[in-house]
C-alpha cells in the first residue's frame, strides 16, 4: 500500500484554477484514456470472444511495503526472514513457484546469511540453497531495487535501478531478464531505456487504480513493448485494479477461496460479497474466472493467456499450498481455461513465443501520481533531492581523483548513499500521518524518525566526499609543482564542475579567513579582474566562465584586512527589475507578471494565464486554493556590481520569504 497522497494532473490549457479543482477527477481520467501513451502499432479491430483464453498463469509474490505498518529497519528484518520461508517451503514443494519482488529483499537476507559460529564468513551452503532455486527457474528475481516512485527519483539514482541485481549476477551467477514493480500506478518514459541498458526484457506492474487510472492500455493492449525515446523497449504487462492490481488473483478474480486476507482475517470474497450467501469453494472460484474473462473480454484482449498476479501485503509463501490445492479443484472441474501457477518469465516467454508478432509497441509515459507522497514531507523530499544531486557530483570528483591519483575509490560511501536514497524513494518512503484505524502510532512516529535520520545522513555524507575530495583535489599530486602565489594576501581557489558539458555558473565563496575582505578576483594566469558582489552575508559571488566538463578551474582571490560589506544597495522601489539579461515585472500580489529577455526581446513568462508565476498553492484534497497573505507584499530590489537581487516579503503568511 501507499501513503496518503494528492492527485495530481497536467493541465496545459488556461483554466482557472477553480476548474482546474472542479475538473480534476474528469481531466485524470481524459488524460489516462486518450493519451496515456501515443502508439505507432497497427491497431488490430477483431475482438477476441472473452472465452479465448485458455490458460491463465498465476504469478504468486509478496509485496512488501518499506514502512506503512511497521518502521523500514524493522522490515529489513522481517523481508529476510520472509526470504527464509520462502526457501523452506520451495524445498519442501517441488511445484512450488515464486517470484522474489524486490532485491532489496535478497541484501537484507544476505547481510544475515552468516554461519552460526562465525560473523565473518558467509553461511555459503544457505546461500547456495536460494542461488540454485532462482538458477531453476522455480523462485524468478526481479532485477529492480525496490517498487519505486521512479519519476521522484534522481537521474543517476534511477540509472542504478538494476545495479544491485548486477552485483549478485557477478557474485553468485544469478539471472533474470524481468523487473517487476508493484503498488505505484505509473512510471516516466525512461524507463524502458534504463531496464533495457540493464539487459532486462520483460517488466510487469501491478499498479493500484484504488484513487484514480493508471493507463487505458490495460487490459486490452497487454502485453505491449514501451519504447522509450531512445528506442529502447521492454515487453510490458500491466495488472491494474481498484482493490490494488497487484492483488487481482486473490481480491479480483477469487482464484484462492482459502487464503484470508492480510489485514480483516476474511476471505478476499467475504469481504468484497459480504451478502453473496453460502457458496462452494468452485462456485466462488467459478465466479472470479468469469470475471477475469469478461475484464478481458470486454477489453478486446487478443491472446489465449493471461497472466494474474498473487500477491498482497506481507504474504507468506506457505499461502502458495492454499492456491496449489485451488488450482487442482479448479483444473479437475474445466477443461478451460487451465489455471498454471508460474512466473512472469513463464508466460513471457509463452506469449512473445507464440504472438510476438502481433505485440503492438507503444511510446510515451503513465507517471504515477503517487510520488507526490513525497509532498507530504517537503524538507525531507528537500534533502533527497540534495543527495539525488550531489551524489553523482562526489561520485565524478572521485573517479578523477582515482584515476589520476592512485586512491582508491570510496565505494563503501557511494552504496551507502544510494542505499538510503533507494529507501526513501521507494514507494513508501515520506514522512506522513498514517491510515485511520490501521497505523501503530509509535511505529508511524519512529518510521517517520527513520526516514528523517535516512536523509540527513545522505546529505552528511555527501557533503563528506565533496569536502574531502575537493581537498585532495586542491592539493598538487607528486608530479605536480606548488602553485605560485604573488604575495601573501592571495588564495587559491579550485572550481569544480560535475556536469558533462562546459559551463558558466555563479560562485559563491567567503573569504579565507576572519578579518579579511576579498578585494580582487581573477583567473590563475590572468591579470584581468572579475567582477564581484558581495552579498547580504559576506561572500563574493562572481560567473566562472568555461569550466571544462567534469573538470576545474583555477581563480585567485585577493584579500585585505577588513570585513566583506555587501555591495548591494537599494534601488527604487518600483514593481519592475532589470539587469543585462532579463526584466523581470512583478503584481500587486508580490508574484511574477512578465519576464523578457533582453537580448531577444522574447517574454518568457507573461500574465495571460489564471495561475500567476512564483505564487504559492496549498492544496487540500482536490482544491487548490491561494496561501493568505494579510499584509500587502512588499517588493524591494538591490543592485551591486553585477546582481541584482529581488527580495518579497509577505509578513503574516506561509510564503513569508522570497529571494530572486
Request: a neutral charge; charged letters at 20%.
Amino acid at each position: 500500500m501507499v501513503l496518503a497522497f494528492r492527485v495530481r494532473c497536467s493541465i496545459r490549457s488556461q483554466r482557472s484554477v477553480a476548474q482546474v479543482g472542479r475538473m480534476i477527477a474528469i481531466a485524470c481520467a481524459i488524460l489516462c484514456s486518450a493519451f496515456p501513451i501515443m502508439t505507432h502499432a497497427q491497431q488490430q479491430t477483431a475482438r477476441v470472444n472473452q472465452n479465448s483464453i485458455k490458460t491463465i498463469y498465476v504469478v504468486p509474490t509478496s509485496h512488501y511495503d518499506f514502512g506503512f505498518v511497521d518502521p523500514p529497519e524493522a522490515i529489513r528484518e522481517r523481508a529476510a526472514r520472509h526470504i527464509d520461508e520462502v526457501i523452506r517451503v520451495a524445498e519442501s514443494d517441488p511445484d512450488f513457484r515464486w517470484t522474489i519482488e524486490s532485491v532489496w529483499q535478497v541484501n537484507e537476507w544476505l547481510k544475515r546469511a552468516k554461519a552460526p559460529t562465525s560473523v565473518l564468513p558467509n553461511d555459503n551452503e544457505k546461500i547456495a540453497r536460494l542461488v540454485n532455486l532462482i538458477k531453476s527457474g522455480r523462485i524468478a528475481l526481479s532485477s529492480a531495487w525496490g517498487s519505486m516512485h521512479t519519476d521522484f527519483m534522481g537521474e543517476e539514482e534511477l540509472n542504478r535501478l538494476c545495479y544491485d541485481y548486477a552485483r549478485l549476477r557477478r557474485t553468485y551467477g544469478v539471472e533474470t531478464q524481468m523487473t517487476m514493480m508493484d503498488d505505484v500506478p505509473g512510471h516516466p518514459s525512461t524507463v524502458p531505456s534504463v531496464l533495457a541498458g540493464s539487459d532486462m526484457r520483460y517488466l510487469v506492474t501491478g499498479a493500484n487504480i484504488f484513487i484514480n487510472m493508471a493507463t487505458s492500455l490495460a487490459p486490452g493492449k497487454v502485453p505491449f513493448y514501451w519504447e522509450s525515446p531512445d528506442g529502447s523497449r521492454v515487453l510490458t504487462w500491466v495488472s491494474q485494479g481498484q482493490r490494488g492490481g497487484y492483488p487481482e488473483a486473490l481480491t479480483d478474480f477469487y482464484l484462492d477461496p482459502y487464503s484470508l486476507d492480510p489485514y480483516t482475517g476474511k476471505t478476499p470474497y467475504e469481504m468484497f460479497n459480504p451478502k453473496a450467501g453460502k457458496k462452494t469453494d468452485l462456485q466462488i472460484m467459478e465466479e472470479g474466472v468469469a470475471a477475469l474473462q469478461k475484464r478481458y473480454g470486454d477489453a478486446g484482449y487478443q491472446y489465449d493467456a493471461v497472466m494474474a498476479i498473487y500477491a498482497h501485503d506481507f504474504i507468506e509463501p506457505t499461502n502458495v499450498a492454499n492456491l496449489e490445492r485451488a488450482v487442482k479443484l479448479w483444473n479437475s472441474h474445466h477443461e478451460s481455461p487451465k489455471l498454471k501457477i508460474a512466473t512472469p518469465p513463464e508466460f513471457f516467454h509463452y506469449i512473445e513465443g507464440k504472438y510476438a508478432a502481433q505485440i503492438p509497441t507503444f511510446r510515451g509515459e503513465w507517471s504515477g501520481l503517487w510520488s507526490e507522497a513525497k509532498t507530504q514531507s517537503p524538507q525531507i523530499s528537500a534533502l533527497a533531492r540534495y543527495a539525488h544531486d550531489h551524489t553523482p557530483a562526489a561520485e565524478t570528483l572521485w573517479s578523477a581523483i582515482s584515476a589520476t591519483r592512485a586512491i582508491p575509490f570510496p565505494a563503501g560511501n557511494t552504496a551507502t548513499l544510494y542505499d538510503l536514497m533507494f529507501t526513501y524513494d521507494e514507494h513508501s518512503g515520506a514522512g506522513n500521518t498514517g491510515w485511520p484505524q490501521l497505523n501503530d502510532r509509535g511505529k508511524l512516529e519512529e518510521q517517520n524518525r527513520q526516514y528523517v535520520s535516512y536523509m540527513q545522513q545522505a546529505k552528511k555524507e555527501a557533503d563528506f566526499l565533496l569536502d574531502q575530495g575537493m581537498q585532495l583535489l586542491a592539493q598538487p599530486s607528486g608530479d605536480d609543482a606548488p602553485q605560485s602565489l604573488a604575495s601573501s594576501n592571495v588564495w587559491p581557489l579550485l572550481v569544480y564542475n560535475a556536469l558533462s558539458w562546459q559551463r558558466d555558473d555563479l560562485v559563491t565563496v567567503a573569504a579565507p579567513a576572519t578579518g579579511l575582505k576579498i578585494v580582487a578576483i581573477r583567473k590563475a594566469g590572468s591579470t584581468h579582474p572579475i567582477p564581484f558582489d558581495i552579498d547580504e552575508q559576506g561572500c563574493a559571488v562572481f560567473v566562472a566562465h568555461d569550466v571544462p566538463s567534469v573538470g576545474y578551474a583555477m581563480f585567485q582571490i585577493e584579500t585585505a584586512p577588513g570585513q566583506m560589506v555587501s555591495t548591494l544597495r537599494d534601488g527604487p522601489v518600483g514593481s519592475q527589475a532589470e539587469n543585462r539579461h532579463f526584466r523581470l515585472r512583478f503584481r500587486q500580489d508580490g508574484s511574477v507578471q512578465s519576464i523578457i529577455v533582453l537580448a531577444s526581446g522574447q517574454e518568457i513568462v507573461n500574465d495571460k494565464g489564471e495561475l500567476p508565476f512564483n505564487q504559492l498553492l496549498r492544496v487540500e484534497g482536490q482544491e487548490p486554493s491561494v496561501i493568505a497573505s494579510p499584509i500587502p507584499p512588499v517588493v524591494k530590489i538591490k543592485r551591486g556590481v553585477r546582481m541584482t537581487r529581488v527580495t518579497i516579503t509577505r509578513e503574516r503568511s506561509a510564503l513569508s520569504l522570497i529571494h530572486i
